[in-house]
């Protein structure tokens, strides 16, 4: 251990990585475009710059974020000289951004905004940008917004795409004043091979990448009379919307969402922990038959549409490993429709619009699938992330942190801690396991905490656990971010591969750092604490096994027969397609 | 900047040239130096091919590096590439003026930079090394001194000729 000085005091440290930690984790805020503590370093913002005084007296001033932290050096965060340069630095960036703050998906979460108002810019000397210098903006998807007049070029989105997804649909481009971020060759994201997981846009400092919105068509779906409204709610919502009213991440919040949905007017509440559960009756019943009837192993979840749309665009030989079970957002939406109507008076397939909150920008796309559709309709008509429910929540004027917590709805909103856990990297593959034993032997598992699976910081994205079944060795991989899940590919085509289910989730600790979730790429802590918000609903849970929930033993009773039954088969099932995008097909 | 009319690629040329450069990230530079000796240009699919077959690469990482340096052309380059000196002694004997004339005379507007026909291709390069001949133009390998905008339309002009009657 070292110490070091920080305006004058003395701090120790042990391990950081860099000098911009040391001064964070001595409680001193730094301004950061471009820094994330998951991505590396870059130094392209300038905006944590410090004045450094080394021992033998030479002074250097120096992006922090890009320093290793040294013995006995003195610190200086706020000299009139780094202050001098961080405000030429914000006036310059402001030069060249699009100021019309107001209309902007970003206002009030914007770090620009935030630090011009910060260091009182009140005044920039440059030109402004005309209309003529306006660029396309892209809403061609139906996840993700790309407007590159308010890129400040930090860099962040094209570093977490690469370093997270493992090949970068964004770029830099050209060169000095000209250069840009963009997809190849300027296309639009729907024409690369974007999965649209939204990690870009959640650790972009601006709104340069924003959530597409859909609040508008829920207040539409709301407000229309003849229309009836579901909701569903996936697990790791709960766990972080909080966040944006003021209560700690990881917090369960759960009754509180049901309460705001409800006074939203929403007519009906479901749990999509629910068709959490359901997914892993079918999922552990396809993976038990692949295992026992000598099917095509390993198997691969395919809950994240992310994870499913790179499979589709990047190994479209490969399909025959994903599991046929569609997403719980995917089984919830079709049995609401069907067999709602059954269970409550003026509900018809027709007059149903299904809206899910989910923590994914990659759902809004998962939820367009041609194969997700029923007579012509999408099964789910209405896809907000948590972010987008945090603001219909504020519009409506309602008091989140001290709204009376209710009850979900009958009879899809019973859940069990499985389905809770799905919202963390492992928890799928958990879920799947504790009901996999329990069919492979006719006993439930004695310990049902699979610790080894668990963990969703940077060290565990890629973790090996083998289970014994009443003596048939089950090899598990879960990986989270799509640069693992590609290890694991490669395994499997150069036929290294241990592992006989695989369990993917595209962004980094899974779907509670998830790219509709409030913003947490600051602090790497958040997810943590997320997830263990998670798994603390799962040890109080009464009931922690899927195939256990009651409502999902009489749905398969009076609906559906068995796990894999044809009419499951038919409601809970998908198929993938070849979408590989590559020019040089004939040569793939 | 955007590329516009593309040929069709053959990929085993690419991969030839790749499994020389050992399929090497390092060696990117050099892979897309060799792709536009074969196509005189960059092609987007070829750029595509590389990045998607060299590990820690993606297209938009490899159409980065192609944009950055000026050495690379996204448009298919003419027949005859002329490189225009804009270095400190051609610039202050006049340099702008002989541009002016060559992209009026060829329809060089609005940043295009290759005539429709793909027989002119026009880029200006910052020094030549033949400062005491300025302002220089270079057409293909042939060095063109002294220039003024009457001279370097002479020089188009006969080229033209030339190609007419061949």
């Known amino acids: 251990m070292s110490t070091l000085f920080i305006n004058g005091k003395e701090y120790e440290y042990t391990n950081e990585p860099n000098l911009l930690e040391v001064i964070r984790n001595a409680g001193i805020d730094v301004p950061t475009f471009c820094y994330s503590p998951e991505l590396k370093p870059f130094g392209s913002c300038r905006m944590c710059v410090v004045e450094v005084e080394y021992p033998n007296g030479r002074v250097v001033v120096n992006s922090s974020c890009t ?172 766990v972080a919307i909080g966040e944006m009213f003021g209560l700690k991440p990881g917090e369960n919040t759960i009754g509180k969402i049901y309460a705001a949905l409800r006074k939203i007017g929403f007519d009906l509440i479901f749990d999509t922990n629910f068709s959490a559960d359901l997914t892993i009756t079918e999922e552990a019943t396809e993976f038990v038959e692949r295992l026992t009837k000598g099917g095509l192993l390993p198997m691969f979840t395919s809950c994240c549409p992310a994870w499913v749309r790179y499979m589709e665009t990047q190994h479209p030989d490969m399909l025959g490993h994903l599991s046929t079970c569609k997403s719980p957002q995917g089984m919830l939406s079709p049995v609401i429709k069907e067999l709602l109507p059954k269970y409550h008076e003026g509900y018809t397939k027709e007059n149903i619009t299904v809206i899910s909150i989910m923590p994914c920008t990659a759902k809004k796309y998962e939820a367009r699938r041609s194969q997700l559709k029923r007579d012509g309709k999408f099964e789910t008509d209405i896809v907000m992330t948590t972010k987008e429910l945090a603001r219909m929540i504020k519009e409506a004027g309602i008091d989140f942190k001290n709204i009376e917590p209710e009850q979900a709805d009958s009879p899809f909103g019973e859940y ?63 990986v989270s971010t799509l640069k693992e899940a590609e290890k694991a590919i490669q395994e499997i085509k150069n036929g290294t591969a241990n592992f006989q289910l695989l369990e993917v989730m595209a962004c980094p600790g899974g779907c509670v750092n998830g790219g509709g979730q409030p913003t947490s790429c600051k602090d790497a802590k958040i997810k943590e604490e997320r997830a263990e918000g998670l798994y603390e609903e799962d040890r109080e849970l009464p009931i922690r096994l899927s195939h256990e929930n009651p409502d999902i033993i009489r749905l398969y009773k009076e609906d559906l027969e068995k796990p894999g039954s044809h009419k499951a088969h038919e409601l809970l099932h998908t198929s993938y397609s070849d979408m590989f995008t590559g020019s040089y097909k004939d040569l793939k | 900047m955007t590329a516009t009319s593309q040929t069709a690629i053959d990929f085993s040329k690419i991969d030839e040239v790749l499994g020389k450069y050992e399929y090497k990230k390092s060696n990117l530079i050099a892979i897309l130096q060799k792709i536009q000796e074969i196509y005189r240009y960059l092609p987007i699919d070829a750029m595509t091919y590389v990045g998607t077959k060299i590990e820690g690469l993606s297209p938009a990482t490899v159409y980065g590096v192609a944009t950055f340096y000026a050495q690379f052309s996204l448009d298919p380059k003419g027949k005859y590439e002329i490189k225009l000196c804009d270095g400190t002694a051609c610039h202050v004997r006049g340099s702008m003026p002989v541009l002016d004339a060559v992209k009026a005379k060829l329809g060089l507007t609005n940043g295009k930079t290759t005539t429709e026909n793909g027989m002119f291709s026009l880029e200006t390069v910052s020094c030549l090394g033949a400062c005491g001949l300025a302002p220089v133009v270079v057409i293909n390998e ?25």
């Open chain 1, 416 to 478: 069990t801690g499985a389905g809770t856990i799905f919202g963390a990297s492992g928890g799928v593959a958990e879920a799947a396991a504790r009901t996999a034993y329990y069919y492979v032997t006719g006993e439930n598992i004695a310990d049902k905490d699979i610790k080894q699976m668990r963990g969703v910081d940077k060290s565990t994205r890629s973790k090996s656990v083998e289970l014994d079944i009443k003596g048939t060795k089950v090899v598990v991989r879960v």
């Open chain 1, 67 to 238: 320093m290793p932290p040294e013995p006995n050096v003195k610190v200086s965060t706020n000299t009139a000289r780094v202050r001098r340069i961080r405000k030429t630095v914000l006036e310059l960036l402001l030069a060249n951004h699009d100021r019309e703050c107001t209309t902007c998906d970003k206002s009030g979460q914007c770090d620009l905004q935030k630090y011009a108002e910060e260091y009182g810019i009140k005044e920039i000397k440059y030109a402004k940008l005309t209309p003529e210098d306006m660029k396309a903006i892209d809403d061609w998807n139906p996840s993700l917004k790309r407007d590159p007049n308010k890129c400040i070029l930090c860099g962040a989105c094209v570093r977490a795409c690469q370093e997270f997804q493992g090949h970068a649909v964004l770029g830099f481009a050209n060169r000095g004043s000209k250069t840009v971020v963009q997809p190849l060759n300027g296309k639009l994201l729907a024409e690369v091979d974007c999965v649209f997981c939204g990690q870009c846009q959640a650790v972009c400092p601006t709104g340069a990448l924003t959530i597409k919105s859909n609040i508008e068509e829920a207040w539409e779906a709301v407000n229309d009379k003849n229309k009836k409204t579901v909701v569903q709610i996936a697990p790791s919502v709960r």
């Open chain 2, 142 to 166: 042939k060095v063109y001194p002294k220039m003024t905008a009457d001279a370097v339309k002479v020089a188009l002009d006969e080229i033209i000729k030339q190609e007419q009657e061949a």
